[in-house]
């Protein structure tokens, strides 16, 4: 158990980066990192199960601003130095040991943009293509040299669902007449969002496939961050899209072995008109984003809350695929 919540402790790791940022020059004006060679191994996180389907993720934000040897921010991820790979590493690991099961798992290094880089605009829209650009470049040697024509589920959690809901929009129809599902985990699907991307097709329950599961988890719906002018959701308990509540029975927190807590009684419920899942009963404290983070949005929870249905739920949909009615 210890082993298995080492990679949300990295999640909040994010929150000393927040405090790296000293002195320098920053503007828009977008140092870069080297591009990762996808033909490089070190660029990857791959555990190969031998098995029939796989599990492509795309992770989080992981990476804070920090100063280069001339002085510059940098706002983007360098996935060949140590300081910045070790967060993404954390995720990539924690994330395989949640969610995976016995799937194959994926997941490339890449130029995220730092969590500074959010507080700004500007600054976001200069950097966001780069980290784009990489998750294209992975995702498109994963299917030529990786994949070997398996069934896969897309999977990415907040800067990575936004990532993989363009790898989406991108694909051809043969790629994504292979994909299982994609799982936009804490990110906003607007109407305009569903317009313009046919490939998102809303899911309606816990088996159907070749569709998008999309969730935001709030203690009430002005604690949002993410999620605003949602479409599409989806309650990850119940697999229901109505406002049937379900309840979970977890431990609140990642940052303590879960031998040592007393579980949280949860009731979750999907709010139909904002398509924001709201939790009640949740105790944890250790939960808010720094610089970006609210008292009652468990964003940074989407996956720990509700790891144990997710990872049954990719299963689930994995077999649905290979053997059921699709």
């Not at 828009?28 to 070190?42: G, K, N, R, V, W």
């Not at 190969?48 to 796989?54: L, V």
Request: hydrophobic fraction near 35%; charged fraction near 20%; charge should be negative.
């Amino acid at each position: 158990m210890r082993i298995i919540i080492k990679y949300v402790t990295m999640l909040v790791v994010v929150a000393t980066l927040a405090g790296c940022r000293t002195g320098g020059t920053s503007s828009t004006a977008i140092a870069l990192p080297q591009a990762p060679d996808y033909s490089d191994s070190t660029q990857w996180y791959i555990t190969d199960r031998q098995a029939p389907a796989d599990v492509f993720y795309v992770i989080s934000t992981e990476t804070g601003d920090y100063q280069l040897a001339d002085g510059t921010i940098c706002h983007h991820a360098d996935t060949y130095r140590d300081s910045t790979r070790l967060p993404m590493h954390g995720e990539m690991l924690g994330v395989d040991t949640l969610l995976s099961g016995k799937l194959n798992y994926y997941s490339p290094y890449y130029r995220q943009c730092s969590l500074h880089s959010f507080e700004n605009d500007s600054i976001s829209a200069a950097c966001f293509p780069v980290a784009l650009a990489d998750a294209h470049r992975a995702f498109n040697y994963y299917l030529k040299h990786l994949n070997g024509g398996r069934p896969f589920v897309l999977a990415g959690f907040s800067q990575g669902a936004r990532i993989i809901l363009d790898l989406l929009r991108e694909m051809d129809d043969e790629t994504f007449g292979r994909m299982i599902a994609a799982y936009a985990i804490g990110c906003s699907i607007t109407p305009e969002m569903l317009h313009d991307n046919p490939r998102i097709v809303a899911a309606q329950r816990a088996d159907d496939t070749g569709v998008t599961i999309c969730y935001n988890s709030v203690h009430d719906i002005n604690c949002a961050i993410m999620g605003s002018g949602n479409a599409i959701a989806i309650n990850p308990i119940n697999w229901r899209t109505d406002g049937q509540p379900a309840r979970l029975v977890t431990e609140p927190s990642p940052l303590r072995p879960v031998d040592e807590q007393q579980c949280d009684t949860l009731s979750v419920r999907l709010d139909p008109a904002t398509r924001l899942l709201l939790v009640d009963g949740y105790s944890a404290t250790d939960y808010v984003l720094p610089l970006i983070g609210k008292e009652g949005c468990y964003h940074s929870r989407e996956i720990w809350l509700y790891r144990h249905q997710l990872r049954d739920n990719i299963a689930l949909r994995a077999r649905q695929f290979t053997h059921g009615d699709r």
